[in-house]
């Protein structure tokens, strides 16, 4: 089998909808009323949030190039289906080996090892992708993502942001290979890229955090 990993979003745009979300990020300890009022505010900023469908579309296709021959699972970390949902459901589907592809691509203590703390089972056996940040067709894909739009701007009046999840410092203490790995996967698909070469520096690096270093 194979299980299909994501983070999680609100299941409902709503204050209450929203605030069991981020109680959950939160391992149950419910934010204060302006934390879950600023999450809030940015969910409806954005018009919700596209993640559930876009995996569960990324879910669907992996299912079908696999075919029948190989059950393809999902859930989320912080939302449902939860982690431990999936997991008692291939049990009693009768699974003895899954592989796992968390679908963040590069390794964190603070985030895939937050997933792998739920894949227990005494019947079955867990294979765990670790990261994959330096598959060709993922770095590619950036590329060409990127350079469509370039494309579209048809001159040099740009600044490409490279935006990634912060983690916090005290990760650097334990040698967390997350922040090395943003760095070589952003460098190695910028080759492919019209200002790879440009000594103007088009581009800058950018993190985000969206929770306090102690609840990250």
Not at 91 to 113: A, K, T
């Amino acid at each position: 089998a194979v299980l299909m990993m994501t983070f999680g979003s609100p299941e409902e745009i709503t204050y209450e909808g929203v605030a069991e979300f981020f109680t959950n990020i939160r391992r149950g300890v419910r934010p204060e009323p302006h934390e879950i009022q600023t999450l809030y505010d940015h969910y409806l900023r954005i018009g919700g949030t596209p993640l559930q469908r876009i995996t569960k579309k990324e879910v669907d296709l992996v299912a079908s190039a696999l075919g029948e021959q190989v059950s393809v699972y999902f859930a989320n970390k912080f939302s449902r289906p939860f982690i431990i949902d999936a997991v008692k459901e291939m049990e009693n589907d009768g699974i003895e080996e899954c592989l796992c592809l968390i679908l963040e691509p590069h390794y964190s203590y603070y985030s895939v090892m937050g997933y792998e703390k739920f894949l227990e089972s005494d019947q079955i056996k867990f294979q765990i992708i670790k990261d994959w940040y330096r598959e060709p067709s993922l770095l590619h894909y950036w590329a060409d993502e990127i350079r469509k739009i370039l494309d579209q701007i048809g001159d040099n009046s740009y600044k490409v942001i490279f935006s990634a999840h912060s983690v916090p410092v005290l990760a650097l203490d334990f040698g967390d290979p997350y922040i090395d790995q943003k760095m070589q996967a952003k460098n190695r698909f910028i080759l492919g890229l019209p200002f790879a070469n440009d000594k103007t520096c088009q581009y800058i690096n950018a993190d985000c955090n969206d929770s306090k270093p102690e609840n990250a």
